[in-house]
């Protein structure tokens, strides 16, 4: 495939860090630490480990890890609602297959399925539909998770249950919001960041509008980027010129994916079925107004919330967790005292390290060894 | 589960609730093909079509080279596997 060869040119990529190492001379915030740029999405994180992104790039700067993996700020007290759900005889628990080691206050999904529960890994709401259509008899409760990007995949889903009359499907939804996360980042009296790569396929649902306030109220520059090596090399690149420049705007490094205005249809399904809540609970990060959706009363047959009775409890992260400084790029993984020892990808105390998108489970995976830059 | 994979749509089997069939390098299922089509890209017109499937729904069209650097960005990452393994045995009690 030589297209491939030709966008991981390794020409290109030299290119690209010699322009970023030269920009990083350049600019001078007047601060003692290095710039540093906070990668949002989880997709980044996985890509920046696995090609050895870090390493390549100039000790006048740092990339930090942001909080854009869903399963990884997922509480342990949804988690237990989860199992309790998943416990009720007559229910089909319906989930992504990430979510079933995250550890709970008592056990994973995966524990409570060893121990009778009915889970069922499904790579779509659409296959959770499916399951309701085929045990009519049975409870099918889909446990909705992710940003905006899987946002509409389970609006729609709910729309087509309505649609075919299927009452015995229902949503137990734990769908975050972005924009309020990254507000509350910015929020943060201990905030170190400088600029941020923007999540890509987030953006190709939402658009470029509702990132405009880290502009305008906060002086950030954001880029939103795809997700090859090369396209993150050049997102960086891009805010660091922003930075040398004294901008700070909302640019698209993926416009072959991101439009400008998103996807208006997707748009239309997720404002139909869910509303903002008041606040929502992430791990590490403790609760963050207007970060999460609930489904609309209007569909209120569909909300498992409504529909089943959950404990809802608030779980204290374990203490020796250290995932909220890890989030907010106060420390790196490695600095965390369970990091590598009682937390592994095994055996995950923090969430961080459950998936491959976390930051924790990356610097395990990749972060010890020296990875060969592309193409060499 | 943020990145996607691309596929292309090889038959439309409910254009009314806008469901077609769809190639993942080799396994075929079913998509929801809602947020790629409108006015002036029916359905019916999507036989052909590349796209990037995110978690059973074709969230926008690519062109072919983009797809096939996706592939291989999917293959590096070690997810490629992982995605077309939770396609083939999702719902299954013993997945």
Known sequence: MKYVDEFRDPGKAASLIKRIEELARKIDLGQARPLHIMEVCGGHTHTIFRYGIKQMLPEAMELVHGPGCPVCVLPMGRVDDCVALAEHPEVIFATFGDAMRVPGSKKSLLQARAEGADVRMVYSPLDALDLARRHPAREVVFFGLGFETTMPSTALTLLQAEREGIRNFSLFCNHITIIPTIKAILESPDLELDGFIGPGHVSMIIGMQPYRFIAEQYQKPLVITGFEPLDILQGIWMVLKQLAEGRHEIENQYQRIVPEEGNRTAQDAVNRVFELREFFEWRGLGSIDHSGVRVRKEYAWYDAERRFSIPNLKIADPKACECGDVLKGIIKPRECKVFGTSCTPETPLGALMVSSEGACAAYYTYGRTEIAKPGV | ?95
């Open chain 2, 1 to 95: 589960m943020c990145l996607g994979i691309p596929g292309k749509i090889v038959q439309v089997t409910d254009p009314e609730n806008k469901l077609a069939l769809v190639d993942v390098a080799g396994v075929r299922r079913q998509i929801n093909i809602a947020c790629i089509v409108d006015e002036s890209h029916p359905a019916e017109s999507c036989v052909g079509d590349w796209v990037l499937v995110h978690v059973g729904f074709a969230m926008i069209r690519v062109d072919e080279n983009e797809a096939a650097k996706t592939l291989a960005l999917l293959e590096e990452l070690g997810n490629m596997q992982d995605e077309l393994d939770a396609m083939r045995h999702s719902g299954r009690p013993d997945a």
